[in-house]
């Protein structure tokens, strides 16, 4: 069963936009926080913006003022919206859901990740 699932990927010029999505099961309680992250081949995984469960929302300094992250509760979605998009946004993008256990422990949930281009 496909527990987080991204949406969203494709081809884009630079300076166009593109909102990835990224929908997490209803069998996954209490998510703590919702992370998009990317990774360029060869490269680390690198985070690029998260929202907790209050709302509160962090990003990556290359991305402030680009990429928005939201969510709709009762969907269990949360979405990356990322505007004027630049050729070093290429990757692929990682959708990590947060859930905290009855023990008070977190577990990790990922997806499969989707595909970003942006070409010139």
């Known amino acids: 069963q496909v527990q987080v699932a991204e949406s969203g990927g494709g081809v884009a010029k630079a300076g166009e936009s593109l909102r990835l999505s990224c929908a997490a099961s209803?069998?996954?309680?209490?998510?703590?926080?919702v992370a998009w992250s990317r990774q360029i081949p060869g490269n680390q995984r690198e985070m690029v913006a998260q929202?907790?469960?209050?709302?509160?929302?962090d990003y990556l300094d290359s991305v402030k003022g680009r990429f928005t992250i939201s969510r709709d509760a009762a969907k269990n979605t949360v979405y990356l919206q990322m505007n004027s998009l630049k050729p070093e946004d290429t990757a692929v993008y990682y959708c990590?859901?947060?859930?905290?256990?009855?023990?008070?422990?977190?577990?990790?949930?990922w997806g499969q990740g989707t595909q970003v281009s942006v070409f010139l």
């Open positions: 990590k859901v947060v859930s905290i256990t009855s023990e008070g422990g977190t577990i990790q949930y």
């Open positions: 209803s069998t996954i309680f209490s998510i703590d926080a």
């Open positions: 929202i907790t469960s209050d709302g509160k929302a």
